[in-house]
């Protein structure tokens, strides 16, 4: 049973627009979260995180917004450059406090020059 | 400071025959976890292991399993091999277990397996 979703599996954007990629979980207890990016022939690079008692995370370019009444998570990345294309996948750990992350199954972000 | 080293990167290997995959750690790291990844179903969790000792384990058959040495290193072993284990297996540290704190997890680039 999947708790994490990314029911989008790619995305599209020109340049300099925004992106946004959504999550969406099942398991209500779940209180943080993060996303990870991964390029081709790499491991997953840690991106940004949240917990549960913000609504909204920042870093750079990169902000999480987190809804939980939705269990709905967004990534925004703004401005979107060329070097941002790769699979973006979010992720949340057990409430037990277990160091196994649930993943998503990943957005392919294709930046458009 | 070096990150997370997996070897090899690419495996062929028929099926019935047995691997082993190696992990070396982020310097300092105690905790490292495996995890599973195939089109259309994401990372998947194997296991995790702290101070040599197997603290979770995922949903997988016996025919995987792994271990962990005193400097923290890493193996990780499937018997019997099936067409359905060709995968990128990934290798992920950090310092502790999580225990309520937050651990971020560092990933290697992968070991490809392919079964034939």
């Known amino acids: 049973d999947q708790q994490v979703k990314q029911n989008s599996p790619s995305l599209s954007v020109q340049e300099g627009r925004i992106s946004i990629l959504n999550c969406d979980y099942t398991n209500s207890m779940f209180d943080y979260f993060l996303w990870y990016k991964k390029y081709p022939a790499e491991g997953p690079t840690f991106l940004i995180s949240?917990?549960?008692?913000?609504d909204k995370n920042e870093d750079g370019r990169f902000t999480v917004f987190l809804n939980k009444s939705a269990k709905h998570l967004s990534l925004h990345i703004v401005p979107s450059q060329p070097g941002d294309s790769a699979v973006y996948f979010c992720?949340?750990?057990?409430?037990?406090?277990?160091?196994?992350?649930?993943f998503g199954t990943g957005t392919r972000l294709t930046v458009i020059p | 400071k070096a990150g997370v080293t997996q070897t090899p990167r690419y495996l062929i290997k028929t099926r019935g025959q047995q691997v082993t995959l190696s992990c070396s750690p982020i310097?300092?790291?105690?905790?490292v976890s495996w995890y599973q990844q195939t089109p259309g179903q994401g990372l998947q969790f194997l296991f995790e292991?702290?101070?040599?000792?197997?603290?979770n384990k995922g949903n997988f058959p016996g025919r995987f399993s792994g271990r962990q040495f005193s400097n923290s290193r890493s193996e990780m072993n499937v018997s019997t091999l099936e067409l359905g284990d060709s995968a990128l297996y990934l290798c992920?540290?950090?310092?502790?277990?999580?225990?309520?704190?937050?651990?971020?997890?560092?990933f290697g680039a992968g070991t490809r397996l392919s079964v034939l």
């Open positions: 949240i917990s549960s008692i913000k």
């Open positions: 992720a949340a750990p057990p409430v037990t406090g277990a160091n196994n992350l649930f």
């Open positions: 992920a540290s950090s310092l502790a277990p999580g225990q309520g704190a937050r651990d971020i997890q560092y």
């Open positions: 292991y702290f101070s040599e000792t197997q603290r």
């Open positions: 310097s300092g790291h105690r905790s």
